[in-house]
């Protein structure tokens, strides 16, 4: 087929489940329900390629606010890498973030390839992987997030993120099949973390808390709600020591990695408060 019939266009909400499809081909064991929460945060954020009719290439390219996006979902079907459909794609995503600085989660094998392209690297992430034991910590100020005024949360989330994402946080806090606890101190929001069921196991993320004590409390209360046995993980910054403590203190062992990267000035966030990460997808 000849290169002139590929055309890139947005994707349609049921058209985001192609590219978690495929991203579970590759490995990154996305979540059940996570579809509609990133076609909240960008119903316009989402391309796909096509060869004919046939779908070959799509990224997420996801605008948040008005000066910050991201770039997620580059993926190109496996016969067809190597022909420059990818760099189409991901040209066109980067067009539609174009003056915004942009951030991704770049895998190993892609870093080289992003730095070519200007991106440079802020900090490596690791997924760790261990096992729900159904222990439950004591009563330590943990509450359902549901309990806790949304305009809350909103202002608690906001400085571990560098852009709006009031429509993806909504939905993210309330997908089928997922726990989201929030722990207080003095009355007030002090940290928050969201277990939700993947392909496989229970993924959490994000997990954001003031001090790696509320961290360890939301943690292991979040992991009491999956079923004994079952795999657990979580996307952790190794910059930030305490969450690697945390990893190593549970018995969790490393299973992937990224580089955190940005296109434009790095964002200052509190790293030693991010304990995980919300997904590689949409930052």
């Given amino acids: 087929m000849h290169e002139n019939s590929y055309t890139i266009r947005k994707m349609t909400l ?3 489940n192609i590219a978690i499809d495929w991203a579970a081909a590759e490995g990154w064991n996305p979540g059940l329900h996570d579809a509609d929460c990133f076609y909240a945060a960008d119903p316009n954020g989402f391309l796909i390629g096509l060869l004919g009719d046939e779908p070959i290439a799509m990224v997420s390219a996801v605008k948040y606010g008005d000066n910050f996006g991201f770039l997620g979902f580059y993926i190109v079907k496996p016969e ?6 990818g760099i189409q794609i991901g040209s066109a995503g980067l067009a539609y973030l174009k003056g915004r600085t942009i951030g991704l989660d770049g895998v190993v094998a892609q870093q080289e390839n992003y730095m070519r392209a200007g991106f440079t690297i802020a900090y490596k992430n690791i997924r760790y ?14 509450v ?38 929030g722990i207080l101190q003095n009355g007030k929001l002090a940290g ?3 277990m939700r069921i993947c392909r ?15 961290a360890e409390n939301l943690f292991l209360a979040l992991k009491a709600h999956a079923p004994e046995g079952a795999t657990i993980f979580i996307d952790m910054p190794i910059v930030n020591s305490e969450a690697v403590n ?26 030693d408060k991010i304990f995980g990460i919300t997904s590689f997808e949409l930052g």
């Fill in 14 to 16: 049921q058209e985001i």
């Fill in 80 to 85: 067809y890498r190597g022909m420059k459909y």
């Fill in 129 to 142: 992987q261990g096992t729900a034991d159904g222990y439950k910590p004591a009563d330590s100020g943990i």
């Fill in 144 to 181: 359902r997030l549901s309990e806790i005024p949304f305009v809350d949360l909103c202002s608690y989330d906001k400085p571990f993120f560098p852009g709006n994402r009031i429509e993806f946080l909504r939905c993210w806090i309330n997908q089928p099949q997922s726990t989201a606890l």
């Fill in 192 to 194: 928050y973390g969201v």
């Fill in 200 to 214: 496989s196991g229970y993924k959490i993320g994000p997990l954001f808390a003031d001090n790696s004590e509320f």
């Fill in 246 to 271: 945390l990893a190593n203190r549970h018995n969790m062992t490393a299973a992937f990695e990224t580089a955190r990267m940005y296109l434009g000035k790095s964002p200052d966030l509190p790293i």
